[in-house]
């Protein structure tokens, strides 16, 4: 399957921004889909998890109340709605698929989309 991840931009604190993540090439409602996130020189943070049906999705602690995962297996397309920006938000987003369940290891997670970037100023 392949990942195209868009939706990143220069906010504000406080602010909202929606990512979206569509696949390609692959049947999109076997897949469980995350998204992480990673500033330079740290590595790559679990950031949410859907399961391949919708059903049951996990946040980390620091996004819990404030970040939405959704996805539409009818559009093959996950989403991550972000809420309450803060400046600690900033980061590159990736989206990554791995089959069926949730996990919140990047090592776990077999396909990725590229970056998209999110710039949340004070």
């Known amino acids: 399957v392949q990942l195209q991840a868009s939706g990143g931009g220069l906010v504000q604190a406080g602010d909202s921004l929606r990512l979206s993540c569509v696949a390609s090439k692959g049947t999109f409602s076997r897949y469980a889909m995350g998204w992480f996130r990673q500033t330079p020189g740290k590595e790559r943070e679990f950031v949410a998890a859907?399961?391949?049906?919708?059903?049951?999705?996990y946040y980390a602690d620091s996004v819990k109340g404030r970040f939405t995962i959704s996805r539409d297996n009818a559009k093959n397309t996950v989403n991550l709605q972000m809420n309450s920006l803060e400046p600690e938000d900033t980061a590159d987003y990736y989206c990554a698929a791995r089959p069926y369940t949730i996990r919140s290891m990047s090592s776990d997670y077999d396909y990725w989309g590229q970056g998209t970037l999110v710039t949340v100023s004070s």
């Open positions: 859907i399961t391949y049906n919708g059903n049951s999705v």
